[in-house]
């Protein structure tokens, strides 16, 4: 057998003593796919002490974690350490420049930095691999790159972040508050201490941008995402959907345009009968549609050590291999530069839901807003008094363009009768 790839790893968290347990357990079955055995041979952390279920003592250890692009006898560097800059760019750019293949899990570096180290990679005549970044075990990556490599895509969509769909499936099942639910899954470990990059959508977006230049052959566009959170969804959005036959999911939705490239993070109302309403947990799905393959679903675990790790050794048995190829499915001059697509013209169907005083001439104040606007109303709901004297009303619009909506919000946002911002979510249509 060939001689070993020889790894360097950064980072001993959850995701770092995952990927060492699947190259232990699955010695055998990797050297045998990879055509060469796959070895450790150092790593680095922030602590060297630390029990990490796994014996780290055989490695050698390298203090300074940007050291190791440049530690001997090292081919392939996996970063695990997260963030956008700092200590995992620096190793992301020495490696590379070092002639080293480079994996990492890294979607908010990938994000902001990602058409930079895949050109150098290019440049370098190495690999620049990030399979776990996107959905966890999921193959989505190499599914899009490969597999739908001769397709024309013109849509990709989908639940993208665990802790969000935890928290909307769970206050669905349980019919309990955000902040409830919230509290629940930090103490269960689903959420951070600090949530807001994963309820607030961030997260989804940095996998979003990721997904559309894949699909697309377009530059990384992370700054045209438009990005709304769950933060203000309540138990209440979730009952109202659930009347209406719909689902509250929080989905990240791409598409190449005329007028260039639309990408939106935002909590939808999906239907019943879409797959993805039926995406629970801290599941996660993608779908994507090509003019010859029809339409993909890519579904699975989207985070954790097993499915997350499982995704970083699936690249290092590619570049084992020898399969390098272009980061984002084609060189980086091959990239095109599209402008953000206007959502403004997009036309579809919306939920709103205000919460009002409960008085007299709130209804009609809201039709009148609505009917200036040119929004033609589908339904409208009217709930009872809540403990705090509010009211709470729910209107679904009939199909119309985005703008016109957000007219008749603007036309009621210095209103005296609404008692807090009004929710806007859009209807996921087929």
């Not at 470990?189 to 990059?197: C, K, T, W």
């Not at 260039?260 to 109302?269: D, E, K, T, V």
């Not at 779908?287 to 499915?307: H, I, T, W």
């Not at 953000?340 to 104040?365: H, M, N, S, T, W």
Request: negative net charge; charged residues 20%; contains cysteine.
């Amino acid at each position: 057998m060939a001689e070993p790839l020889r790894i360097a790893l950064a980072g001993l968290g959850t995701v770092g003593g995952g990927v060492i347990r699947v190259l232990d357990e699955n010695r055998d079955l990797i050297a045998r796919r990879a055509g060469r055995p796959i070895e450790v041979v150092a790593v680095s952390a922030r602590d060297r002490s630390k029990d990490r279920g796994v014996d780290v003592s055989r490695f050698a250890w390298v203090d300074d974690t940007a050291a190791l692009a440049d530690h001997d006898g090292v081919d392939t560097v996996v970063e695990l350490v997260g963030g956008a800059d700092g200590p995992a760019l620096t190793l992301a750019r020495r490696s590379l420049a070092a002639g080293r293949s480079f994996v990492t899990a890294n979607k908010a570096m990938i994000a902001h930095h990602g058409l930079e180290l895949a050109g150098a990679a290019e440049a370098g005549g190495v690999a620049f691999k990030y399979e776990a970044a996107v959905a966890g075990g999921i193959p989505v990556i190499k599914g899009l790159r490969e597999g739908a490599a001769a397709n024309q895509l013109s849509r990709i969509y989908g639940i993208l972040n665990g802790t969000c769909n935890y928290i909307l499936t769970t206050m669905e099942r349980e019919g309990r508050d955000f902040a409830e639910v919230l509290a629940e899954a930090q103490a269960l470990g689903y959420a951070e201490a600090d949530p807001s990059f994963d309820i607030d959508g961030v997260d989804a977006a940095h996998k979003l941008s990721i997904l559309a230049s894949l699909a697309f052959g377009s530059r990384l566009a992370f700054g045209g995402v438009a990005i709304t959170g769950i933060r203000h969804v309540i138990a209440a959005d979730i009952a109202e959907a659930a009347a209406l036959g719909y689902r509250i999911r929080l989905v990240g939705i791409g598409e190449a345009t005329e007028q260039g490239l639309f990408q939106r993070i935002h909590p939808y109302l999906v239907p019943v009968d879409h797959p993805l309403a039926h995406v629970s947990g801290s599941l996660n799905a993608v779908v994507a549609e090509g003019n010859f393959v029809g339409r993909l679903l890519f579904q699975g675990r989207g985070a954790g050590d097993g499915p997350t790790a499982s995704a970083v050794v699936a690249d290092l048995i590619d570049i084992a291999r020898g399969e390098y190829g272009p980061a984002f499915a084609m060189p980086v001059a091959a990239l095109s530069e599209q402008p953000a697509a206007d959502a403004g013209g997009r036309v579809g169907k919306a939920y709103l839901r205000f919460i009002v005083q409960d008085r007299p001439g709130v209804l009609a104040e809201i039709a009148a807003a609505t009917r200036d606007a040119n929004v033609s109303i589908e339904s409208l709901i009217q709930r009872g008094k809540r403990p705090d004297g509010s009211a709470i009303v729910a209107i679904v619009t009939h199909a119309g363009p985005e703008r016109a909506v957000a007219e008749a919000l603007a036309r009621l946002s210095d209103s005296p009768s609404l008692t807090g911002a009004p929710m806007l979510m859009h209807i996921l249509e087929e």
